[in-house]
């Protein structure tokens, strides 16, 4: 028993920490996936010598329904293999993390989710002094050169990442670190706010606009829903909203990267107008969006919606926001950046995101069921003293 208990807590380390280790550039494999077969090792081993305590969460089975029809349906539609084992590896380590951390205290949770937070600020920190010393000018298999395009000098500081294919997916990955540990200051769990600081310079280097936004929109967003609205709180929103579209707005209008994204929306529509029925129900298969509307979608929801089809795009929505209500809304500490950043782009692996959704999960769980155990005992304790009372009575 002994001996499972420790696997269990070494996977399940390994398995936090190394959530978002990725190293595409360097290593054909990432440690990701190492531990990620550590974890799933652990809970086989656990259940294998504790079969009749062993737990299977309820929460895993959204997620074990939506990767069954992802598994039956891709297998028709011939996607891109490494895109589709992304996709399924990072549901799959919601799972894993689920059903490892379930049977640990939320002291044990938050000191991983230390480690986790600062080995993340340590692998960033070495990922931008890389890539920031080494800029791409001339990205392999095309003629443009940044240095001859007034602006677009920065994107020759976004392509030479060690972690990932652009400095974006890095953007995705510190946005998510960042507010995993908002929510536990939020929680009162940490009291620091130095990883935030630092976590936020480190996101201004990824050079992503879009994840830089993300971090002022998401803490706007997470304020008005913990709030009673008042007056005074709608005319702070109106007035942001007037500064984003007379100030900001016009700052970017002309960015070939803004536009680009009203142009992934019609050739979209013309998609939809295109495609078949089957076509619009189960997708085209991960990683051929290329193929069917001539680009990159660059975006989450238009993403999973051509390549799932409608089915998989509505099981990708329940599997994010069926959570709201069993984690009190915290859960959304991570959706909302995570869908605000994908309005721009498409990281099919998220395993840290899927790894501290499930986190947040089990502390509040563990935080319900503390608090349920406390009532209990009081209510025991009123009943014996009642009891007590009673028996006094009828002797006197």
Not at 21 to 30: C, G, H, K, P, V
Not at 40 to 65: D, L, M, T
Not at 144 to 150: H, I, L, P, V
Request: glycine fraction near 6%; charged fraction near 15%.
């Amino acid at each position: 028993m002994r001996l499972t208990l420790n696997i269990r807590n070494v996977a399940l380390f390994f398995t936090i920490l190394f959530s978002g280790f990725y190293l595409t550039r360097i290593l054909s494999l990432s440690p990701v996936y190492i531990t990620f077969l550590i974890g799933v090792g652990a809970i086989v081993i656990y259940g294998f010598f504790n079969y009749r305590s062993a737990h299977i969460s309820r929460a895993s089975v959204w997620y074990g329904i939506y990767i069954f029809y992802l598994i039956v349906t891709q297998f028709f539609l011939e996607p891109d293999f490494n895109t589709l084992i992304n996709v399924l590896f990072s549901l799959s380590y919601f799972i894993t993390i689920l059903n490892i951390a379930f049977y640990a205290n939320n002291t044990i949770l938050v000191k991983y989710s230390k480690y986790f937070i600062w080995f993340t600020i340590i692998l960033l920190a070495i990922e931008a002094g890389w890539r920031l010393t080494h800029p791409v000018f001339v990205l392999e298999g095309t003629d443009k050169d940044y240095r001859d395009k007034e602006g677009m000098l920065f994107y020759a500081f976004k392509f030479s990442s060690i972690m990932f294919k652009d400095s974006n997916f890095v953007g995705t990955y510190g946005l998510v670190a960042f507010f995993y540990y908002y929510y536990l200051r939020r929680k009162k769990y940490v009291k620091s706010i130095i990883p935030l600081i630092i976590l936020f310079v480190l996101i201004l280097l990824t050079l992503s606009r879009s994840a830089i936004l993300t971090v002022f929109l998401t803490i706007v967003l997470l304020y008005f829903l913990t709030i009673k609205i008042k007056l005074l709180h709608i005319l702070l929103g109106v007035s942001f909203s007037m500064l984003l579209i007379f100030v900001v707005l016009p700052q970017i209008i002309e960015d070939e990267s803004l536009l680009s994204k009203f142009t992934i929306l019609e050739l979209t529509w013309n998609y939809l107008q295109e495609c078949s029925f089957l076509e619009f129900l189960f997708g085209v298969g991960f990683g051929n969006t290329v193929k069917h509307i001539g680009m990159g979608a660059h975006n989450l929801l238009v993403t999973h919606f051509i390549e799932s089809g409608i089915i998989g795009l509505i099981f990708f929505l329940i599997v994010n926001f069926s959570l709201i209500k069993r984690t009190k809304k915290y859960s959304l500490f991570l959706t909302i950046p995570l869908f605000i950043s994908g309005m721009s782009l498409a990281g099919h692996a998220i395993s840290f995101y899927y790894a501290c959704l499930a986190l947040i999960y089990v502390i509040e769980r563990n935080e319900r069921k503390s608090i349920s155990t406390h009532t209990n005992l009081q209510c025991r304790e009123v009943c014996r003293k009642s009891s007590a009372k009673y028996n006094a009575t009828n002797i006197c």
